[in-house]
């Protein structure tokens, strides 16, 4: 059986509808699609968690602490499927998308070559300025939605020298809040995801 992690912050967790920190889950997220796409010959490990980072700030959470920790624990692994980066657009962080994905490619990316045979690059939805919620709108810089256009490009190139795949969720179905996947978003990923990992057999 082969086994996939998939690693990311609130849209691998399948959050939505925030009322603050927490959040409604999803029962279809994309994840638990992707398993029945795939099958009794996979399984396929959630890690997703509202509000995770890369490196930036002080969050409870941070790629940087907990990715290496988390993967350990579910070793074996022959897949990785990280999607990560819509919180380094936060107010007050001020990063550029270069730096994102550079990020990216330092903290996760090349240490998760050493731990996985495979790995998938998932790079982020765009972000709706315009309906994002009065939570996220609180939270969230006033350029990240043409911050976010860069994801696709950027992470490309991250993709390309490290020996990754890419599955690009810019245009995937956002819920009503700008920002997080809805169930037509979830379906859309999780069928990206899957066609990636078929063709790459």
């Keep these: 059986m082969k086994r996939v992690l998939c690693y990311g912050d609130s849209n691998t967790y399948g959050g939505y509808d925030f009322g603050g920190v927490e959040s ?11 398993q029945r796409l795939l099958g009794d010959g996979y399984l396929v490990i959630e890690e997703g968690n509202n509000g995770r980072a890369i490196a930036s700030g002080t969050q409870e959470d941070r790629a940087v602490d907990s990715f290496v920790p988390i993967a350990i624990s579910h070793e074996p692994l022959d897949i990785v499927v990280v999607m990560l980066g ?11 998308m270069a730096e994102i994905a550079a990020m990216l490619e330092e903290q996760v990316i090349k240490t998760l070559k050493e731990l996985a045979k495979n790995i998938i690059i998932i790079s982020p939805p765009r972000i709706e300025s315009e309906n994002l919620s009065k939570f996220f709108k609180n939270l969230f810089a006033k350029d990240a939605g043409e911050k976010s256009k ?11 020298r490290n020996g990754c795949c890419l ?7 956002l819920w009503q809040d700008g920002l997080h996947l809805d169930e037509q978003g979830h379906k859309q990923l999780a069928i990206r995801v899957y066609e990636t990992i078929k063709k790459g057999r």
């Design 24 to 34: 409604k889950r999803f029962v279809n997220r994309w994840t638990i699609e992707l």
């Design 150 to 160: 860069q994801f696709s490009v950027s992470y490309k190139e991250v993709a390309k």
């Design 86 to 96: 819509t919180n380094e657009l936060w107010k007050g962080f001020n990063h550029t």
């Design 167 to 173: 599955v690009d969720a810019f245009d995937v179905s």
